[in-house]
């Protein structure tokens, strides 16, 4: 809707779909999504200069589909995204988003959403830890997709020419996790981490150093048994190197990893040298972290510094 004075507002329908735009779109002063339905939409309209710095983005239909109102507020903190009260006004004025100079501010607007520099107050550096199945990858995904551009880093072992068949059960894994990803997001596929985080991309998930580990390990040789120096040395090297990396990057960065070694103590020499590495990781990666969470049962539990 375009109203008398050029001021423009969208309203989502709850249908989860957001039209094509005409060539030449100005950006608009108010937007009231759905973010419970398809937080990516915000990203979608970021993405496409149609959510600019300037703009109000407020949730609309918030209802059942989130456990309380202090997780509506968590996730539209990710999102920078107010959330009305009743009574509250919201109010724009024309030519806002766009930058116009008769911007006044407005009494009720989203938080600061990035275009390129970290912002004040926002963790730059998340890291999410949870066993097997307890949506820690589903989160590091919500934190991310209002995000206009995003690299999704499938950190593993991925030797050059085709790919072996997979696993079935893996392979329905990957597809998942595929199928829940906006279209626009870049994936690269690579045992390379830390060149990823180096890159210029202005938010990345790094999804996970679990995977990463056990790649890093067998190219090092240091599943062997008794491993030699030289090994352990390659090994040290890689964590050292990504874990410098994580604490110098200058992207949003949201990592996913495996909490092990609350079960039953492993069989294997390899298992439990593959929990003790990944136990010492998680450690330095949340030494560099801005903010660690904790995932159980789906709930999202913030860790004290």
Known sequence: MTSPDGGRLLVADGSGVTPEPPDGALPYDLALLDMLGDPAQLGWLRRRGLVAAGTVVAVLHADHRVSSEQELARRCGFWGVAVPQDRDVLTSRPGQAAGHPRFAGSPLTGSPHPSGPPVAGRPQRVLVLGGARSGKSRHAELRLAAEPRVTYLAAG???PGPLPQA??????????????????????????AAAALRSESPAILFDGAGTWLAGVMQESGAWEDGPPAPAQA????????????????????VAVSDEVGSSVHPETRAGRLFRDQLGWLNQRLAAESDETVLMVAGRALTLPA
């Open 234 to 253: 390659r090994l040290a090297a890689k964590v050292d190197e990504l874990v410098a990396v994580w604490r110098d990057t200058r992207a949003h960065v």
């Open 157 to 159: 072992p991925y030797p």
């Open 167 to 192: 696993d079935p059960d893996w392979s329905r894994r990957v597809a998942a996790h595929k199928s829940r990803r906006p279209p626009w997001w870049e994936t690269v596929e690579s045992l390379d």
